[in-house]
């Protein structure tokens, strides 16, 4: 009788099942770490786009300070300088390591700058290509633009 009932302690005490709970342990360890990389991946891209939008505005605006200076010292107009622009822009990019286009349009006094830089995933097996763009507008005024 004494056997039988160490017998229904051990089975009671689960000593039938040993390592059924480190597979299970196992599975949810995998599928968690699988979580946390997504999670750190994706906030680590969303923080790159942010930062590539950023790089697209200050260039655009690098390039939006390259006036010319003959019309605008006098105070006849404030027009951009297209190469001395799109140089600007280009100088900003090239020191910040970001590779990008710049397109100025003289007409409308913009500096349209896109930007291409690549995020370095932690837990992705592969590189991810991350895009951003930016403008600035020539504008004569404080609070309003003035003709």
């Known amino acids: 009788m004494a056997k039988s009932a160490q017998t229904a302690a051990r ?5 039938g099942e040993r390592g059924s709970i480190s597979v299970f ?3 949810c360890v995998v599928a968690l770490v699988a979580l946390i990389g997504l ?3 994706g906030y680590g891209r969303v923080r790159e786009v942010e930062r590539a939008d950023a790089l697209a505005t200050e260039a655009a605006r690098a390039g939006a300070q390259a006036i010319d200076p003959a ?11 297209p190469q001395a622009a799109r140089a ?3 100088h900003y990019l090239r020191a910040t390591g ?3 286009s710049v397109v ?3 007409a409308d006094k913009r500096l349209t700058v896109h930007v291409q830089v690549t995020y370095e995933a932690k837990f992705w097996p592969a590189d991810l290509a991350v895009s951003g763009s930016g403008h600035a507008s020539l504008v004569h005024g404080v609070t309003v633009q003035e003709p």
């Open 11 to 15: 089975r009671w005490a689960g000593e």
């Open 25 to 27: 342990t196992a599975i």
């Open 39 to 41: 999670v750190v991946d």
């Open 71 to 81: 019309q605008a010292v006098p105070g006849r107009a404030l027009v951009a300088d």
């Open 88 to 90: 600007a822009a280009q």
């Open 98 to 100: 970001a590779a990008g």
């Open 104 to 106: 100025v349009d003289a």
